[in-house]
């Protein structure tokens, strides 16, 4: 589930240019599925506070049997089972503890048909259990039931409730929460409208560690979008989000090496970043490093492989007449190599050319990116 409202569409009509590549979703993502940058937020820890003595007073029913014979007595049993996979032991671990009032338990439900682990995908039970939970105080449950009133998942779509349900959770310290709720700032329409609170929740969120919260935040710095300008700070921040995985942070950090905008020229990591994203399928990338391969700037010259990024560029629609007029002097056999293992990438191509075809420098080169 998307823990973001897409910072670009709620800046849309404002001057911050760096933030407008936000929410890009105009080209395909090509990389193969496992390959593919995950929303680290889905990955957020789901506590699961101690068992009630009541219950552990109680007969020990089959799942906790089950649960204490594979995981032991000291761990947690509902939340062991839930990280190790045994959703539904999980679920029958969570339950008593749930209808005797456990937030954390009822979390834990929310979380499971939410996200139909074990049991079909249920939305509408998912919202019940998270309002129960976030009604005895559960930040997580709050913020979760605004995702999806914010959605229109399971209950009708309410943005203005999402609002104050983002604003409860971010006041108990919900960093995703504050996250949002930073983005509601901007937009303006279900929040006040104010790029200072904005900024100043976002930058709190990018400092916990939430990837695209670090970008945003960065474009802000580096924007001075309700926040002093400080590009030192803003190429900080898109190199902590491109150490994530996150593509258009990796474009932003190579685009700021290249120019020295806050840190000093470094046009070889400037190199190593775009051949990064590039080689993660990002077309802006993959125009950008064909450029350098074709000039041979902070990277090897090399006219075969800037052709075949070029043609990956082309195939999402990115076409730079710039570019092409680099490429002119290519040769039509190395040309016809390039576009050959273009079509077949990221795997060699399966026919004779892939025996002509030279190891990359973009393989070494976006092995291990500099700082």
Known sequence: MMRRLGLA?????????????AGRTDFEDLRPKDMQFPDNLGMEDLPIGPVP???????????????????????DPAYGAYQRGFFLTALDLALPRAEKGDAHAQTLIAEIYAKGLGV????AAAASWYGMASAHGDALATFELGML????????????????LFKTAADAGNMAAK????????????????LTKAAALIGEAANSGITEARYDYAGMLAEGAGIAPDAKAAAEQFRLAAEDGLAAAQVEYATILYLGKGVPVDR????????????????????????????????TANLEDAAMYRALARRQGLKDPQLDKMLAAIKPEQLTRAEERARFWPSPPPTKVAANTAPTPATESSAQPAN
Do not use: M
Request: overall charge negative; glycine content about 10%; hydrophobic content about 45%.
């Open 9 to 21: 569409l709620l800046l849309a009509g404002l001057a911050l240019p760096a933030l407008a590549q």
């Open 53 to 75: 003595e009541e219950f552990l007073n109680q007969p020990a029913p089959d799942a906790l049997t089950i649960s204490d014979s594979i995981f032991g007595e000291r761990v």
């Open 120 to 123: 079909p995908e249920d939305f």
């Open 149 to 164: 009133c914010q959605e229109g998942r399971g209950v009708p779509k309410d943005r203005k409730r999402a609002s104050e």
């Open 179 to 194: 996250y949002n709720l930073g983005l509601l700032h901007v937009e303006g329409v279900y929040a006040e409208p104010s």
């Open 268 to 299: 070889a990591a400037a190199a190593s970043w775009y051949a990064r994203a590039a080689d993660g399928g990002n077309p802006v990338a993959q125009n950008r490093y064909a450029k350098l391969l074709a000039a041979g700037a902070g990277v």
